[in-house]
């Protein structure tokens, strides 16, 4: 991570992050498409780029054993102190980088990069963090990965007002034309270094490495627009999420709420 991100990171804010606002959304359907993508339970599941653990202890819980490793020290202590008082905890934690894994090959049946690959602003260093995912995996296992989507800073933009701020528009205009995402005035709330991908060089990234890929599919999609008090409803909410799941990988839809993910398999020799 750059030193912007290693800040934004130290800030310890991450374990909220998925707990309010289109953050729900986020959450719920991420954990839906864990629940369709990853081998039934037990499985060890090797989770890079976990932060505090909010999709780590859920598959802990639901008997999964899970080991977390992330480069932001703030979040392995975080991480740590919620397994420790988790009923099921995490197999383990430690400080560790998505291109250069401390694990044997074929070691695990799962890999989530939830987050890494967008962090890694260069190709070749997303190419390395993969190829050590699939290195990692036993023939048969999944990769689920995350991307966050060219446009997701426009929309936010548009949807918040924040067009009107010139600093705010440049970074805007940046990531539409090259999908390096570079917030210099530190504000959270826009973010911090990252690569927004376009859906297809998503799926050929993960293609590259050798996997054989289901998706991308869109995490908020339409859902993007949602408010909060839709979310709020317990009604609406699952007619928006049976909305979103409908309209998952309608590819004029895909760009239009701010994660895809993916999932790809590492092929079983013939
Ligand atoms: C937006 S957070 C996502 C956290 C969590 N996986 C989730 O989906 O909510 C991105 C995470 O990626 C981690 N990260 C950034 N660069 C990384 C790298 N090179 N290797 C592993 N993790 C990385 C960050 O420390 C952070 O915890």
Redesign the pocket.
């Known amino acids: ?1 750059d030193e912007l ?1 290693e800040d934004y ?1 130290a800030r310890g804010r ?1 374990h909220t992050r ?1 707990t309010s606002g289109t953050g729900r959304l986020e959450f719920w359907r ?1 954990t839906e498409l864990l629940a369709r993508w990853l081998p039934a339970a037990p499985a060890v599941v090797l989770d ?4 505090a653990g ?2 780590a202890l859920p598959l802990a819980a639901r008997g999964h054993t899970v080991h977390l ?4 020290p703030v ?1 392995v202590e975080q991480a740590r102190a919620a397994s420790a008082a988790a009923p099921e905890p995490l197999g383990s934690v430690a400080l ?4 250069d894994l401390e694990w044997p090959g074929a070691s695990v049946d799962a890999v989530l990069l ?3 690959l967008y ?2 602003t260069s190709a070749a260093d997303r190419a390395r963090a993969l190829s050590e995912a699939f290195r990692v995996l036993r023939p048969g296992g999944v990769v689920v990965a ?1 991307a966050i989507t060219r446009w997701a800073s426009a929309l936010d933009a548009v949807a918040r007002g924040w067009l009107a701020d010139d600093e705010f528009a440049r970074i805007v205009s940046d990531d539409v034309r090259t999908g390096l995402h570079r917030n210099d005035s530190a504000r959270p709330g826009w973010f911090t270094t990252a690569y927004f991908h376009r859906p297809e060089e998503f799926a050929a990234e993960l293609a590259a490495a050798g996997f054989a890929v289901e998706g991308p599919v869109a995490v908020e999609g339409l859902g993007e627009l949602a408010t909060d008090d839709l979310l709020d409803d317990p009604v609406a909410r699952e007619r928006l999420l049976a909305l979103v799941r409908a309209t998952e990988r309608e590819p004029g839809l895909l760009g239009l709420g701010g994660h895809l993910l993916a999932c790809g398999t590492r092929p079983s020799p013939p």
């Open positions: 991570m991100a990171y991450e998925l991420t890079v780029g976990g932060a909010a999709y490793v992330d480069p932001a979040h560790g980088d998505a291109r939830l987050g890494p962090h890694l995350a």
